[in-house]
């Protein structure tokens, strides 16, 4: 198992969504961010004057999938995510050791 850990723009979160959900992941975790990567945050003009943005909003998605899916999911998430400019985001790919369904104590696979 595999915990895909993905950061991208909102306005790419549904086209994502949508293609992770056409490929058979079933669940996910989306929380909402702010950080910096190489552009180190942007500038702004608010009211005529110049603002430095230093966190820039982003979404992370948290998802645990089967390992033999994790190639065609990084393709999906790219295919949807990807506009071509500095923030479009970053994929971390993480062990998983084990799952446990609270309710039911199954384990592995069949408690995601």
């Known amino acids: 198992m595999r915990k895909l850990e993905i950061i991208i723009r ?42 430095q943005v230093d966190f820039v909003p982003k979404v992370k998605l948290e998802i645990v999938m089967k390992a033999e899916l994790v190639d065609k999911a990084v393709d999906v998430i790219r295919e949807h995510a ?5 923030g479009d985001g970053k994929i971390f790919i993480l062990p998983v050791e084990n799952v446990i369904r609270i309710r039911t104590d199954e384990r592995g696979v069949c408690a995601m």
Request: aromatic content about 4%; proline content about 0%; charged content about 25%.
């Open 82 to 86: 990807c506009t071509g400019q500095v």
């Open 10 to 51: 909102h306005s790419r979160l549904r086209a994502v969504k949508e293609g992770l959900l056409a490929l058979g992941v079933r669940g996910m975790s989306i929380t909402d961010i702010k950080g910096f990567g190489r552009q180190g945050g942007h500038t702004e003009i608010y009211r005529g004057n110049e603002i």
